[in-house]
């Protein structure tokens, strides 16, 4: 048999998605931008269950679809391996409806899986490098203290459901930078990443909190080192009628709509 030589950057372009909430609607709507895009691969950062109506459908097409996929904390409740008294009532309630309702396959599918992914070219997290489960990242100072933490030059979390980005400049020998710079990043915002390390939210498919209700996604390119955001349109409606079809907590549907 000849010797297969492998290339020793595999992955020039990526998909990174996060946050799918069982939400098939959103979660099909950008698995067709993505496949539209000619990416290599697609990774998602967890919580591919939790307040939505669909879990079995997105843990498949996760499975599928996904050459990399994290467990997030929403994952852990609905297995019974995290706490959920400081959840919302919302969310506690989705997640025990998820916990009876979801298959056999999607209970051994997520319960395969880890918060964190450190053996490629850049690291991903579902919450962040010091956290892997819980902590949101979302001002600079604590955002500087997580780059310090990452495994790697790049990473990338989710879990805070806005796409956002912060970076800090290389330092001299000796210096230490003690805030990152960053922003909330809207569709078509572009990153040359080439330089300085990077903590990096692609955003939610399922559920986007930050203003825009559209399903969010982040191409890749690794030997470029050019990170582009993404937001696609999807049957909204389609998705809130699932979950009040559900008997879940109408306001889980009625978010949707805000982005919120």
């Known amino acids: 048999m000849p010797t297969i030589v492998r290339p020793a950057h595999p992955f020039m372009r ?37 307040y939505g109506a669909q879990p079995d459908e997105c843990a498949a097409l996760a499975r599928e679809r996904c050459s990399v996929c994290l467990v997030g904390n929403h994952d852990l ?28 396959e999607t209970t051994d599918f997520l319960a395969a899986l880890a918060p964190a992914e450190t053996d490629h ?14 902590e949101y990242v979302l001002w600079p100072d604590q955002a500087a203290e997580c780059i310090r933490a990452q495994a790697k030059r790049v990473s990338f979390v989710g879990h805070s459901h806005v796409a956002l980005f912060f970076a800090l400049a290389d330092q001299a020998a000796g210096e230490r930078s003690l805030d990152a710079r960053g922003a909330q990043a809207g569709a078509g915002t572009s990153l040359e990443i080439g330089r300085g390390r990077w903590l990096i939210n692609p955003g939610s498919v399922g559920q986007p909190r930050d203003g825009d209700s559209r399903a969010a996604w982040l191409e890749l390119d690794t030997d470029a080192w050019h990170a582009v955001y993404h937001r696609v349109d999807y049957d909204i ?11 879940l907590p109408e306001h889980l549907a009625r978010r949707l709509y805000v982005g919120q």
């Open 121 to 134: 070219e850049v690291a991903l997290y579902h919450a962040s490098p010091r956290d892997p489960v819980w």
């Open 77 to 104: 409740a609905a297995l019974d391996e995290l706490d959920i008294s400081t959840f919302s009532p919302a969310a506690s309630a989705a997640v025990r409806w998820t916990s009876e309702t979801m298959s056999a």
């Open 237 to 247: 409606d389609g998705a809130a009628d699932a979950i009040v079809a559900a008997g």
């Open 14 to 50: 990526l998909a990174i998605l996060s946050d799918i909430h069982a939400n098939l609607p959103a979660f099909e709507a950008v698995l067709a931008d993505i496949e539209a895009s000619e990416v290599d691969q697609s990774w998602c950062l967890g919580d591919v269950v939790g």
